[in-house]
């Protein structure tokens, strides 16, 4: 069964308005989680790292300000994208990484659809 | 930045034959993962490699983990329709930060 959850699956909102988009992990723990963006027929873009109890870090060329990461419990993460814009339409992933035996193995969210109008 | 080259881009095959894709890299990679990942969802783990020369598989899937540790291979065995998606591999480069860096993905799909 899924190991990470997304709330919500997809939303549509209007340009300049904020949404705020859900990471849980079911079940595991995880002081980190990861946040990435995939447009259409592209690959994964990893945004941020998000630390549970610190500051996100941000890959280099994401908006700290307009991208708000807040790690705020061991199973929660958020995306808060802020004053939107249509170019911010595209598909938010987040992962998680679960231990499995001497590693760690790196399990995704089912993604949210965000399209701005 | 770091990269992964994957190819091929897109595959069109007939059901019940094999497939075979891969990705390298340029620099030397700790692990290497091959997801797949249907249209409108997150990608799901299929195998993962973690020492230079393992091969693992899952099923009707195998894949390599290169002797250099800059390439990895995924084979499919007699595929199905169920089997198309996009498959993409992904890579640590850093120790212990959990970053992950994906391919640009092979696109599969299978004829029945």
């Known amino acids: 069964g899924a190991v990470v959850s997304q709330h919500p699956s997809w939303v549509i909102c209007k340009s300049g308005t904020s949404v705020k988009i859900e990471c849980r992990s079911l079940?595991?723990?995880?002081?980190?989680m990861f946040w990435y963006r995939q447009f259409p027929k592209q690959s994964l873009m990893l945004m941020a790292t998000s630390n549970e109890g610190s500051k996100a870090t941000y890959e280099q060329g994401v908006e700290k300000d307009k991208f708000l990461i807040n790690h705020a419990s061991l199973t929660l993460s958020t995306l808060t994208v802020t004053s939107a814009h249509p170019e911010d339409s595209s598909f938010y992933i987040c992962?998680?990484?679960?231990?499995?035996?001497?590693?760690?193995?790196?399990?995704f969210g089912p993604g949210t659809r965000l399209t701005v109008t | 930045g770091q990269q992964l080259n994957q190819s091929p881009q897109s595959m069109f095959i007939q059901e019940g034959e094999d497939v075979s894709m891969n990705c390298t890299s340029s620099s030397i990679f700790n692990t290497w993962l091959w997801y797949k990942q249907d249209p409108g969802e997150g990608p799901v783990l299929l195998i993962a490699?973690?020492?230079?020369?393992e091969l693992t598989s899952n099923g009707r899937l195998t894949a390599q983990f290169g002797i250099t540790r800059k390439d990895s291979f995924l084979n499919i065995s007699a595929s199905i329709p169920s089997d198309v998606g996009i498959y993409f591999c992904?890579?640590?480069?850093?120790?212990?930060?959990?970053?992950?860096?994906f391919g640009q993905g092979t696109t599969l799909q299978v004829k029945p």
């Open positions: 992962s998680a990484p679960r231990e499995a035996g001497p590693h760690e193995e790196q399990y």
């Open positions: 992904a890579g640590h480069y850093q120790s212990n930060t959990g970053k992950l860096i």
């Open positions: 490699l973690y020492k230079a020369g």
């Open positions: 079940d595991f723990q995880a002081t980190t």
